[in-house]
Nanobody
Framework: QVQLVESGGGSVQAGGSLRLSCAAS????????MGWFRQAPGKSREGVAA???????IYADSVKGRFTISRDNAKWTLHLQMNSLKPEDTAMYYC?????????????????WGQGTQVTVSS
């Protein structure tokens, strides 16, 4: 069974940075669309960034210019570099993977999900 495990969350002040990681296992071929979602209390889950196996990326408008998604296919690892963090970025962040196909939007088809890692940005 596919498993995704996030790490790297924490508490930072506004303007700071965090780097999230997602380790995947259980794939027979790890070259599908993958992405990061976030969900704050009382809000719906939002796709923030997505990446294809060829490295092409898609970002939500709210994070463009601040977040960078990347993947290491050889290591089966996904990353999200988060810079210039704002209090409104505070949320639980989830790693997700599509079972097949390419990403067409940051809100990807999530067939597999991680458990989440908390990001808290204070002002």
């Amino acid at each position: 069974q596919v498993q995704l495990v996030e790490s790297g969350g924490g508490s930072v002040q506004a303007g700071g940075s965090l780097r999230l990681s997602c380790a995947a296992s259980g794939y027979t071929y790890w070259r599908t669309c993958m992405g990061w979602f976030r969900q704050a209390p009382g809000k719906s889950r939002e796709g923030v960034a997505a990446i294809n196996s060829d490295g092409s990326t898609i970002y939500a408008d709210s994070v463009k210019g601040r977040f960078t998604i990347s993947r290491d296919n050889a290591k089966w690892t996904l990353h999200l570099q988060m810079n210039s963090l704002k209090p409104e970025d505070t949320a639980m962040y989830y790693c997700a993977a599509a079972g097949r196909g390419r990403c067409s939007a940051p809100n990807i088809r999530g067939d597999f999900w991680g458990q989440g890692t908390q990001v808290t940005v204070s002002s």
